[in-house]
């Protein structure tokens, strides 16, 4: 996977389609590119996220940070770590495990224009906070007619980890995208966790900020411009993590990677696959999914949770209202499975979108499949 | 006089020529006077504070003025919801003026005050003016929120009036929050975070208290104890009704409601504790004469001869009115002419929010973000209506 990311990151176009993704070019930029190939730095996705917090801290004091655990424990996953030795227990606030009661703290606290950061263990126990989250946050700018603004950010791990069973493994995109008035976001890379996070953070709306237990570890290459404290990633734009032309396929946070390995398996067996990071939720950048099926005619819609309204259901409706001529065949969607997630090692393999099952939706989509059995 | 036999006037610095004072016009006298509350105050784990209020004339005749305005407009907002000019909820609060306006007394507007939906006349307490508030129920362009919130979203924030919201309960960590910002700033105010007696189960409730105390945060939760959560009277929906006493490990007071200036009394009381020591519970045992709200004719889990009851005995203004005549303050005449003053100004500002105008269709996409990126948004046929959100 890895080999994976520092070969598209190193190669021209992918490189040239990065800066254009990033701030306006710097002389700084310019200098990372030309010693690109040497590849800058390495950060893991939870040095990232620590970062940002701590530059967005650093040149805010509003910014405040909120959760169980995130203080003398350092982090439930360490991605608070060393920041209440730096800011205090004033900015650093472990609270106890009232979700309704503190998220809706943190939300009153936003109302006065503090911003908090409120960190859920997972987004599994947002679901305890979610009246404050989608009554109290997302709806206030409009129904004070903009009077009562909610710079809030609710960031933690979402989606499936491993063997953690059913109550600590759902996916909450599909839930909070729906909802006017929030911005979701997930990042996959390193960079889009850093660039991400401080928009979000530095946004004057509630954010939901969905990240990935199993991508916390991972490392990802980045470049100087992405290690600047100004560095931000603009919210609501998609990125094109591999360019294709015979499918596209998109994805977000931890499905990212496997859309990349199976777009190399693919590339193998001569059918090039675009893979969009979607990066943004909510906004969703239609215009960047319906301007890569109207170069390939050909789409998947890969994600990991439950598969009925999810985040494809919506990709897919995009596609038909604003580019349905162009499709060559019908739009394929690869998602978790229609179960609460089980235990046992293989039944949750089978519950989770596997690079096979890309690959083969992908070929389906191109007419490469194996005959499928015929249908009563 | 029975009113004036309840009343222990402490002869304070008092102006003299009692004569004189009755011959003037109403007193705008600014000179103290101590009133006794009507019963004393019930703390739990804690010292109550004194019963006797110090007012001045002027104050007392403000009181029975903005609690007159407040029970007109609710009473006018009752008929145009019959006349259809109001849809959807509509809670009314006369009964209850006594605590937003004594309330308000007692502080300032850097106190910031959150609470739930029966919020109309705690948003004049606050500030608010009529016509924005007749045009806010009625869906119209003047209203405090545009017409986009409706009676349940009322908000000012210029003065530290955070709404005005419907979800029970949701308004008491909301506002441990805002005070939580209050001492992250190191400002010497506190809020007000007012739920009712249903509300008081909450276990949200619990939550903020637990942490407002943990964090020595200067919330007052202020629990409006009209008895009945919608058709729900306390003792059905309660193990404990007395709420001043469920914060626990928080201390609390009980205080009679009707009774402004014991309000008065208490919320000073409670913000000087609040800022210097963490939270307190504030128990207000009030009355709504209306139902919990318009669809609630609030006679059928109430006889008739309680709501009557409370009106001959307790009334907020008919209290204060007692207590202005008792003190020479204003004569009965004047007193009249200030209501039918009152009556004049409440039609006047319906007839004004009557004449503005619906909100613009645009609307219907304004402030859904306060930085949307253009990014489109739809209406219920995208390929008809959609709009680009700044």
């Known amino acids: 996977m890895l080999g994976a990311a520092r070969r598209q990151l190193g190669s021209g176009p992918m490189l040239g389609q990065v800066l254009r993704r990033l701030r306006p070019a710097t002389a700084a930029a310019a200098e990372a590119a030309r010693g690109y190939s040497a590849a800058a730095r390495e950060m893991t996705v939870r040095e990232a996220l620590n970062t940002a917090l ?52 943190a939300v009153g606290a936003a109302y006065q224009g503090l911003r908090p950061v409120v960190e859920f263990m997972t987004f599994n126990f947002s679901m305890q906070a979610i009246d404050h989250i989608i009554n109290s946050a997302a709806k206030s700018n409009y129904m004070s007619a903009g009077q009562i603004s909610v710079p809030i950010v609710f960031r933690g791990p979402n989606g499936a980890a491993a063997g953690v069973g059913a109550q600590h493994s759902q996916c909450y995109a599909a839930w909070y995208a729906h909802v006017p008035g929030l911005k979701v976001l997930a990042p996959y890379s390193a960079e889009d966790a850093r660039g991400l996070l401080k928009s979000a953070i530095r946004d004057p709306d509630p954010v939901v900020f969905l990240e990935n237990e199993l991508l916390y570890g991972e490392s990802f290459p980045i470049s100087a411009e992405v290690l600047d404290s100004s560095f931000s990633l603009p919210i609501g734009k998609a990125k094109i993590e591999r360019e294709g032309k015979d499918v596209t396929i998109t994805a977000y946070s ?123 | 006089m029975a009113a004036a036999a309840l009343l222990r006037r402490v002869p304070a610095a008092r102006a003299p020529a009692t004569a004189l004072m009755a011959a003037r016009a109403i007193s705008g006298s600014t000179a103290p006077l101590t009133i006794e509350t009507s019963v004393p105050f019930t703390s739990h784990i804690v010292d109550p504070p004194s019963r006797d209020v110090t007012t001045t004339p002027a104050e007392i005749l403000t009181f029975f003025h903005d609690m007159s305005v407040m029970r007109r407009m609710e009473i006018a907002a009752d008929s145009l919801y019959k ?39 705690t948003y004049l307490a606050r500030g608010g003016d009529l016509v924005s508030a007749f045009a806010e129920l ?53 809020t007000f975070a007012l739920y009712g007696d249903g509300a008081a189960n909450q276990g949200q409730l619990f939550e903020a208290l637990n942490i407002s105390a943990l964090w020595k945060l200067p919330a007052i939760l202020v629990c409006e104890n009209n008895h009945y959560g919608m058709g729900t009277a306390e003792w059905r929906a309660a193990k404990s009704p007395a709420y001043y006493k469920r914060g626990d490990y928080v201390p609390g007071l009980k205080v009679d409601g009707m009774d402004v200036l014991a309000v008065k009394q208490a919320c000073k009381f409670a913000k000087e504790h609040a800022i210097a020591n963490g939270p307190i519970v504030l128990e207000m045992d009030t009355y709504r004469y209306h139902g919990h709200s318009m669809s609630d004719p609030g006679s059928t889990y109430r006889t008739r001869d309680e709501i009557s009851g409370v009106r001959q005995e307790r009334d907020p203004i008919e209290r204060v ?33 009557k004449e503005s105008p619906i909100p613009d269709t645009s609307e219907l996409f304004t402030n859904v973000y306060v930085k949307g990126f253009g990014v489109e948004s739809f209406g219920a046929d995208r390929k008809e209506l959609r709009a680009t959100l700044p």
């Open chain 1, 254 to 376: 931890k499905m990212v990677g496997y859309a990349l390995q199976a777009a190399e398996i693919l590339s193998k067996e001569g059918i090039s696959a675009e893979v969009i990071n979607l990066r943004s939720i909510r906004p969703l950048d239609r215009a960047a999914i319906n301007a890569s099926v109207r170069k390939t005619n050909r789409l998947v819609t890969l994600e990991e949770g439950f598969p009925q309204h999810g985040i494809g259901s919506e990709i897919c409706m995009s596609v038909v209202e604003e580019s349905f001529e162009y499709l060559d065949a019908p739009v394929e969607r690869i998602a978790g499975a229609d179960v609460p997630m089980p235990y046992a090692a293989n039944l949750e393999r089978m519950a989770v979108p596997q690079v096979d099952d890309i690959v083969r939706a992908a070929k389906r989509a191109c007419y490469r499949a194996a005959p499928m059995a015929a249908t009563a």
């Open chain 1, 54 to 105: 701590d530059e967005e801290m650093s040149a805010d004091p509003s910014v405040f940070l909120m959760g169980e655990e995130v203080g003398e424990y350092q982090g439930a996953y360490k991605i608070t770590k060393g920041l209440l030795d730096k800011y205090g227990p004033d900015r650093v606030l472990d609270t106890p495990i009232t979700e309704a009661g503190f998220t809706g703290i």
């Open chain 2, 83 to 121: 006349a259809k000019l109001i849809r959807g909820f509509c809670h009314l609060y006369d009964g209850q003026e006594a605590v937003a306006v004594g309330m308000e007394a007692a502080i300032t507007r850097s106190d910031s005050i959150i609470t739930a939906y029966r919020d109309h006349c």
């Open chain 2, 138 to 190: 009625m869906g119209r362009q003047a209203g405090c929120s545009r017409g986009k919130g409706g009676s349940m979203h009322f908000y000012k924030k210029d003065a530290n009036f955070y709404g005005g919201h419907g979800i029970v309960g949701a308004q008491v960590p909301l506002g441990c929050g805002l005070a939580f910002a209050q001492k992250y700033r190191k400002e010497e105010s506190a």
């Open chain 2, 321 to 353: 009115r007692k207590l202005i005549l008792a003190h020479d303050l204003a004569t009965p005449a004047e007193l009249k002419d200030m209501e039918k003053e009152i009556r004049k100004e409440v039609d006047d500002a319906i007839a004004k929010a």
